[in-house]
């Protein structure tokens, strides 16, 4: 049984309760909603164990609470998280915040903080973006943390050093996996949201791997226009697809030879038609037409897209192909998912990435960080030539092991010097290194 020292997390439901509560006691008792208006509105789903985020009522904001006025990055509900004996570190909450979808509507979705067994001095956190990768939202951080090793393995690598831990369930509450401007909404108001409950004056970075490399750059980007009241210590992002295009066109090619792609490709055309209708629509018209689908009906759609028994990797490429010939959907994956067009990140960043990922040029990522390099960011590029490791692997794992070297033997170091204000200290540079010279 782990003890909550050094989280308290709320039971509270409404934002006025939420905003009079001491955010940052040392207290094992947990505090009771004061009275006011809505307040006890928020479902309590009452789960000692993880319920899956489509079944449990919690993950909604509660009805009739007018939290749609609220502004982004406010706290509509809070628990502690379910299970907690299988959750890393001290202890894990639940927040539900509200957010912005990328058609600039209000939504909301849930982040999970986490606190360490014992944090440093000065107190430090770390929004770490998963790499989600997934149209469903029960593949969300907050409940894939009971469920797979790796992200497990992840967050507690960051509580180990003392760090808190955020870590957003960025794609919402219709799993809008590849959707640029609602992934990083949801993670810049997810700090906003955590910051509550964390001691004064913390300091915090982020950072996000492949698929968690899509939001944390799209905060970055739009961190200055929509949240201006964060102050990251740097960002870094990893395995990056600055031309989503691109990345499309190599997915295509490489899931005809190497299965493991072909998830990630159907996964990010349906996570972009869960947030736009008009490429949803798309889709499902060359469904029709490729007779795998007799009326329009997304949910449907989705299940053919995702089975690879109706759908093999010639079906995909073909589908995939003819999505990618719509005018719609080349304007939604230039307006809401390709880098480098919505911002100039201000926090000091690294770039990394493995000279021969396959998901991306070296040539994009080169660019995108010259052009912010010359709109004047400070950004550290981080490129690894090794070809010793992946010898012999399949191309999969050139892109796989660049994620476990960079956040496990890279990322660390960058932290601390981000956090101790050493990090890159003008301009921009670039290392050329295999993780073993840093
Ligand atoms: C801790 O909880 C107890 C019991 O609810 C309360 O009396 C006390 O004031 C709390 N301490 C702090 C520091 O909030
Ligand atoms: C959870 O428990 C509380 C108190 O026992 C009860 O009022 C509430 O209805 C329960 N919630 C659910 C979803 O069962
Ligand atoms: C908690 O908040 C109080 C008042 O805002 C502040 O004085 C104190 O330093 C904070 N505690 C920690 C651990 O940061
Ligand atoms: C993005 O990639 C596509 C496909 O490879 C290419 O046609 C397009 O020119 C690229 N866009 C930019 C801005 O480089
Ligand atoms: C800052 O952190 C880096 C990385 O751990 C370390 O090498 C350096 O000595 C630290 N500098 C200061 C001033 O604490
Ligand atoms: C990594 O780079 C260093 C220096 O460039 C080199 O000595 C070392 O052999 C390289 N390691 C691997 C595994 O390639």
């Not at 628990?79 to 959750?87: I, L």
């Not at 700090?191 to 982020?206: E, H, K, N, W």
């Not at 992002?237 to 499309?248: E, K």
Request: charged share 15%; hydrophobic share 35%.
């Amino acid at each position: 049984m782990r003890s909550l020292v050094t989280l308290l997390p709320a039971l509270a439901c409404t934002v006025s309760t939420v905003l009079a509560l001491p955010l940052n006691t040392t207290n094992t008792t947990l505090p009771t909603p004061a009275p006011g208006a809505g307040a006890g509105a928020c479902i309590i789903s009452n789960a000692t164990s993880p319920i899956l985020p489509s079944k449990d009522p919690w993950y909604k904001p509660p009805a009739n609470s007018f939290w749609e006025t609220t502004l982004p990055g406010t706290v509509l509900c809070s628990r502690p998280a379910p299970a907690q004996d299988e959750t890393p570190g001290s202890s894990a909450m639940n927040i539900l915040f509200r957010t912005t979808d990328s058609h600039d509507n209000p939504t909301w979705t849930v982040t999970t903080v986490l606190a360490p067994s014992t944090p440093r001095s000065p107190p430090a956190m770390i929004s770490y973006q998963h790499f989600m990768d997934s149209p469903s939202v029960d593949d969300s951080p907050s409940y894939r943390i009971y469920k797979e090793v790796e992200l497990y393995f992840i967050v507690d690598s960051l509580l180990q050093k003392g760090y808190y831990v955020n870590m957003p369930d960025y794609e919402g509450p219709k799993a809008s996996f590849t959707a640029g401007k609602m992934s990083g909404h949801a993670t810049l108001d997810s700090v906003t949201a955590a910051l509550r409950f964390l001691p004064d004056g913390i300091q915090y970075a982020m950072y996000g791997y492949s698929g968690g490399s899509f939001a944390t750059e799209w905060a970055a980007e739009l961190a200055e226009s929509y949240a201006p009241k964060l102050h990251f210590a740097g960002a870094g992002i990893g395995g990056a697809y600055p031309n989503v295009t691109d990345a499309f066109e190599k997915l295509r090619e490489l899931q005809l030879t190497d299965s493991a792609w072909g998830k990630h490709l159907r996964s990010a055309m349906l996570g972009i038609g869960n947030e736009h209708q008009d490429a949803a629509d798309s889709a499902m018209d060359i469904l029709i037409s490729m007779g795998k689908l007799s009326t329009k009906d997304w949910e449907a759609a989705k299940k053919i897209v995702r089975s690879t028994s109706k759908m093999d990797a010639q079906a995909i490429y073909d589908f995939s192909g003819q999505l990618l010939q719509s005018a719609t959907v080349q304007n939604v994956l230039e307006e809401d998912a390709r880098f480098g067009l919505h911002g100039l990140p201000r926090m000091p960043m690294v770039i990394h990435r493995h000279e021969l990922d396959p998901l991306s040029s070296t040539a994009e990522t080169t660019s995108l960080w010259f052009g912010y390099c010359f709109h004047g960011a400070r950004v550290l590029y981080h490129l690894n030539p090794d070809v010793s490791k992946a010898q012999g692997q399949a191309n999969f794992d050139w892109h796989r092991q660049e994620g476990i070297d960079g956040m496990f033997k890279g990322m660390p170091q960058y932290f601390e010097q981000m956090f101790n204000g050493t990090f890159l200290p003008d301009g921009c540079r670039w290392v050329y290194d295999n993780w073993t010279v840093l």
